[in-house]
């Protein structure tokens, strides 16, 4: 399943004419933002690369853990004040190419996603040894377990985890992000496992 990231601004200027590669964005590209501890490249960065090419990316990508396939927009309109930084210095370059700038009139466009959506509230998390237990959620999608720096280590549907190593834990809620969004990390630290 990909992740949906929600209340993105509409930077697309029209549907006509878009034309699109596939690139991939690896872990050390340079222009993320960090993201509920992910590493998320987004919709609307201009990409400008002598191996993938020069574009407007067309969605959301997660690159905290591994290189991705993503589309790149390299011909189309776009609404220079809706990305996530601006392009107007590369403006004359990008119209040679076909990217062009959509000036915007009195139109005020809808984000992508709603800004309205709450987040998941916190589950509490027991520990009894090795085995890590929580509280379920009604409308959890899933439950990610991960390490101290967040780096996921299992997402599950169950309600508990048997960890194999003595260490701090982190546990939250997993949403649709149509409804919800994910819930704010719970900090469980095992000290003996048997």
Do not use: C
């Not at 596939?22 to 998320?40: M, P, S």
């Not at 589950?123 to 085995?131: L, M």
């Not at 409308?139 to 280590?153: H, Q, R």
């Amino acid at each position: 399943m990909s992740t949906l990231y929600l209340n993105r601004p509409n930077w697309l200027g029209s549907e006509v004419g878009i034309v699109q590669k596939t690139i991939t964005l690896d872990t050390t590209f340079a222009t993320y933002v960090t993201e509920n501890g992910r590493k998320i490249v987004k919709s609307g960065t201009f990409v400008n690369d002598a191996v993938i090419g020069k574009g407007l990316l067309w969605n959301d990508i997660d690159i905290t853990e591994e290189k991705k396939e993503a589309s790149l927009m390299i011909r189309g309109s776009y609404v220079d004040a809706n990305l996530p930084a601006t392009v107007t210095a590369e403006a004359t370059n990008l119209a040679a190419r076909g990217l062009y700038a959509f000036v915007e009139g009195t139109t005020t466009r809808p984000s992508f996603g709603s800004p309205d959506m709450t987040a998941h509230a916190t589950v509490t998390v027991t520990v009894a040894k090795g085995d890590l237990t929580w509280t379920s959620n009604t409308y959890a999608i899933a439950y990610e377990v991960s390490d101290v720096n967040k780096a996921v280590i299992a997402v599950t549907t169950a309600t508990g985890y048997t960890v194999a190593t003595v260490a701090t834990y982190n546990v939250r809620v997993l949403a649709d992000n149509i409804h919800y969004t994910h819930s704010d990390y719970v900090t469980a630290t095992v000290t003996t496992l048997a």
